[in-house]
């Protein structure tokens, strides 16, 4: 083990000291509150101050991670840039849902960043609960790394089977929190500015403001379930768990207003990020199959690089070429509308 590294009273080994831990934390609630103070006053977002933000919350992991390199050595900073990687991927594809959200629910454009900002907070919560007992499940029981595979693959298919469905258009009042709320709370009928709630004919109403945000803090958990056992599949540590999780989130809402128009053309994201989701589980089995038989291959981490890269290039290149296609085969039928409209 190398010294640089901490061991755990479970077993695992960690970078993550009390003084590392501290400053991390503190440095994710300061942004935390710096996000909070800006979206104050609630406004639109100009698409500059949009890129603005989103090239800060990337410059600072990417910075971050020569940190980690410099201090820790190859292998912890080529982990940690990994798992930021996948995290990132899948918190885009989060995007989707999120959009499919604040769409049905009319949601004002001057309220959108602070619902956004406020279902961001709740996911890091949920995940660093989930990474607390994914550390504590892994220390104490080997198999942990199977059932977090099986989790994957699961996932994956899933992923995959929605991307064939068009699984991001489905109505937003099918989710089963909305139609829970609605069945045990008023709602009022408009949007009232920043408040959740309001009295109404005598009795405490939900407005549509704090539906939404209930609707994407339930999302939160089920991007945990999926995320967190990701990451685990890339490093063991923790710390770099939790802190790839954090910066993937930080950037999430900027980026949501930069990728707005961007993310209907990336057709076959989701397709690239079930082969992920796939990948990452057959190495957490084969990672668990090796502690049990010594014979059994397990996938590196440069592997792992190679191979999530390849696969965001490859859906990337694949989905321009699908909407170049489409939008040559609209203009063709434009023409031949015209044609048939002139004869």
């Given amino acids: 083990m190398s010294p640089q590294l901490m061991p755990l009273e479970s077993g695992l080994s960690t970078i993550g000291t009390p003084a590392l831990w501290a400053w991390t934390i503190g440095g994710v609630l300061a942004l935390f509150v710096l996000d909070f103070i800006i979206t104050r006053r609630p406004h639109e977002v100009s698409m500059k101050e949009a890129i603005g933000w989103s090239v800060f919350y990337v410059a600072l992991p990417l910075l971050f991670g020569v940190y980690l390199l410099t201090q820790f050595g190859g292998q912890i900073g080529l982990e940690y840039y990994t798992g930021y990687l996948v995290e990132k991927s899948l918190s885009v594809d989060n995007l989707f849902v999120f959009m499919l959200i604040l769409s049905g629910f009319a949601v004002p454009k001057e309220l959108q960043q602070r619902v956004l900002l406020i279902g961001v907070a709740g996911a890091l919560v ?3 609960i989930f990474i607390a007992l994914g550390a504590t499940l892994i220390a104490q029981f080997s198999i942990t790394f199977l059932f977090f595979g099986l989790i994957l ?8 089977k929605d991307a064939q469905g068009e699984g991001h258009d489905q109505d937003v009042s099918d989710l089963k929190v909305v ?3 609605r069945r045990f709370w008023p709602v009022t009928d408009d949007y009232r500015g920043t408040k959740m709630t309001v ?5 405490r109403a939900l407005t549509p403001l704090a539906v939404v945000t209930i609707a994407i803090l339930a999302t939160d958990i089920m991007f945990a379930i999926d995320s967190v056992p990701a990451v685990y599949g890339i490093t063991g540590d923790p710390y770099l768990v939790f802190v790839t999780n954090a910066f993937a989130l930080l950037g ?12 209907s053309k990336l057709v076959h994201l989701s397709y690239g990020l079930a082969i992920i989701l796939a990948f990452i589980g057959v190495k957490l089995v084969l990672h668990w199959a090796h502690g049990v038989w010594a014979w059994v291959p397990t996938v590196p981490t440069l592997a792992s690089l190679g191979v999530i ?13 699908a909407n170049k296609r489409a939008e040559q085969a609209a203009a063709a ?6 044609e048939d409209a002139n004869a």
Avoid: H, N, P
């Fill in 126 to 128: 949920l995940r660093a």
């Fill in 153 to 160: 693959l699961a996932t994956a298919v899933k992923v995959w």
């Fill in 179 to 181: 139609r829970l709320i």
């Fill in 199 to 203: 009295m109404q004919a005598g009795r």
């Fill in 252 to 263: 999430l809402r900027a980026l949501y207003f930069v990728l707005q128009g961007v993310l």
């Fill in 309 to 321: 890269l390849g696969v965001l290039t490859l859906v990337t290149v694949t989905s321009l070429i």
């Fill in 333 to 338: 039928a434009q023409e031949d509308a015209l």
